[in-house]
């Protein structure tokens, strides 16, 4: 790749899909090297994706009778107030922006939730094809103990054969309290699951086996006295990754 390094306005195209091909390939080449940008990039994604769903059915109905405007004056004077309103807008986001760089302390974001987490780590790297995990299946032993070391705590991979998926590796990443651990599943026909895998504090209290919608991502979660884990897809139909979800709960939590 070139010494070209990507722009915000680049990054923010590779995401609408407004890239050139060559100039895409170079983004995505950096992203994979640096994969704290490639988890924000996600997260915009993931965010984007989460407003089009909740906001999709209100863009769809009709616009009431009563608020057609029936002459053009009063179209313009509607175009009008919308401009000074989104101006004023511009100016409450930048004024927050700027009070979150002068008191940072007043600000601090709330803990990511497990499944949420887990859903931008899935859409970060299952879609890979040349670099899908760090460390392969092939080593799985050597995996196992290098993501053990880093968490602090013992790390299992499940073995999910009888349910149609095989290990393909797995990877260390940032979470927000420590690392955390990521392992990848294909099934025959090429689709993907990740189990993602966190270290949990030992006072949060013990939570039930859950499901949740981050997106277009289906992950069920649970945590179990200090290990916290979800099982991610975007391909899987709900009741599929729920048969696979239990082998995983059974073999994690006997």
Not at 112 to 133: D, G, K, L, M
Not at 182 to 209: N, S, W
Request: proline share 7%; net charge neutral.
């Amino acid at each position: 790749m070139s010494e070209s390094f990507p722009t915000e306005s680049d990054l923010h195209a590779w995401l609408d899909g407004r890239l050139p091909a060559a100039r895409r390939d170079e983004v995505e080449a950096w992203l994979a090297a640096r994969p704290e940008e490639a988890a924000r990039l996600a997260a915009y994604h993931a965010h984007d994706s989460a407003l089009r769903a909740l906001h999709q059915p209100v863009l769809e109905e009709p616009v009431p009778g009563r608020l057609v405007p029936t002459v053009r004056v009063r179209r313009a004077r509607v175009l009008r107030v919308a401009a000074a309103f989104a101006w004023i807008a511009l100016g409450m986001v930048g004024g927050w922006q700027m009070q979150r760089a002068l008191h940072p302390a007043d600000h601090e974001p709330a803990p990511v939730p497990i499944a949420r987490n887990a859903a931008i780590a899935h859409a970060t790297y299952s879609p890979e094809v040349r670099h899908p995990v760090e460390v392969g299946a092939d080593q799985e032993q050597h995996l196992v103990a290098w993501l053990s070391k880093r968490l602090g705590a013992q790390v299992r991979a499940p073995k999910l054969e009888g349910v149609g998926y095989s290990l393909i590796g797995g990877r260390l990443l940032p979470g927000d309290a420590g690392p955390t651990a990521q392992f990848m599943y294909q099934c025959k026909a090429g689709t993907r699951i990740t189990l993602y895998v966190r270290t949990e504090a030992p006072d949060h209290g013990q939570t039930a086996f859950r499901y949740a919608d981050e997106g277009n991502v289906r992950v069920f979660y649970w945590i179990d006295r200090t290990m916290g884990y979800a099982l991610s897809s975007g391909d899987v139909s709900k009741a599929d990754l729920y048969k696979v979800a239990t082998s995983v709960y059974s073999q994690l939590n006997p």
